[in-house]
């Protein structure tokens, strides 16, 4: 059989551990096995296909190994809580003014402050959750 096969082979067989453990290094392993092959059906020697192998799985665990496990820790961006609430729209339930009022904001009615202390908002109207400071929202 030819060299480039066995390289094929290889590569197939570094993506089962791949697909039972997640561990993405398997994945880069076999990258640098295509790579061989690549290298072997070109014609290159045995030390040229062994090269290209190591080359490109060092290269890529070097480089693009810390970059994957540093996105893989980051995880989702939730925002819970207040942070959640922050941008959320809200409808005006009392008239809310520089001295307050009160909105109803995701099912809930708050307290409200004007941001801008010369602001008015009428019953019905929307407005932007800006901040959350206590117990009130902050609305533009």
Do not use: C, H
Request: glycine letters at 12%.
């Amino acid at each position: 059989m030819d060299s480039w096969i066995w390289w094929l082979l290889a590569a197939a067989a570094l993506g089962i551990p791949l697909v039972l453990t997640a561990v993405p290094e398997f994945a880069m392993f076999a990258v640098g096995a295509l790579a061989a092959a690549a290298v072997a059906g070109l014609g290159g020697g045995v030390v040229l296909e062994t090269l290209a192998f190591v080359l490109v799985s060092v290269g890529l665990v070097a480089f693009v190994g810390p970059i994957a496990r540093r996105q893989l820790r980051k995880g989702p961006q939730i925002r819970m809580g207040i942070e959640a609430l922050r941008g959320a729209t809200a409808v005006v339930a009392e008239t809310v003014d520089g001295e307050g009022g009160r909105i109803k904001l995701n099912g809930e009615i708050w307290s409200a402050r004007a941001l801008n202390p010369d602001s008015v908002y009428q019953p019905g109207q929307k407005v932007d959750v800006v901040e959350i400071q206590g117990a009130t929202a902050l609305v533009v």
